[in-house]
């Protein structure tokens, strides 16, 4: 049975199989919401740098991050709100510093690929402690 919705019944189909297939890929009208609010955090250059700072270099303190991104403190606070608003960044309490993190799920998987296209492989400091080769590298 085709899954058209009763809207868009009566409408000219020509292939009514690829028309059911392409309805039903969009179904959960949530999920599909929540994903494009996710390529919208990414497809701006500020925030793209915020989360990609803090998936390869862990959690970090709004001042930190500022330091990494090139902004100021407020434009990070800013930034890690609407962030932290769209479930992409959680914050956690360090004595008085407040640290964010990559949340997971959707936004984790895409700055994994991204970061396979813009970061280069590196040697990262805070993952190893010194200049020796038994620090890891981020490799694509």
Same mark, same amino acid.
């Given at each position: ?20 297939? =392409?309805? #039903? %890929? ?7 919401? /929540?994903?494009?609010?996710? !390529?919208? &955090?990414? +497809?701006? @250059? ?19 991050? =500022?330091? #990494? %991104? ?7 606070? /800013?930034?890690?709100?609407? !962030?932290? &608003?769209? +479930?992409? @960044? ?22 994994? %690929? ?27």
């Amino acid at each position: 049975m085709h899954k058209v919705p009763a809207t868009r019944q009566g409408l000219r189909v020509i292939d009514p199989d690829q028309v059911c297939d =392409a309805t #039903a %890929v969009l179904a959960d009208s949530d999920q599909l919401q /929540h994903s494009a609010t996710v !390529l919208d &955090a990414l +497809g701006e @250059v500020n925030r793209l740098s915020i989360l990609l700072a803090l998936h390869h270099a862990g959690d970090l303190c709004v001042s930190d991050l =500022a330091v #990494a %991104v090139g902004m100021s403190d407020s434009a990070v606070s /800013h930034a890690l709100r609407l !962030l932290r &608003a769209h +479930g992409m @960044v959680t914050a956690h309490r360090e004595g008085r510093l407040v640290r964010y993190r990559i949340a997971g799920g959707l936004a984790r998987r895409l700055l994994e %690929v991204v970061s396979e296209e813009v970061v280069r492989p590196m040697r990262l400091h805070a993952h190893g402690g010194t200049d020796h080769e038994d620090r890891p590298v981020v490799s694509q």
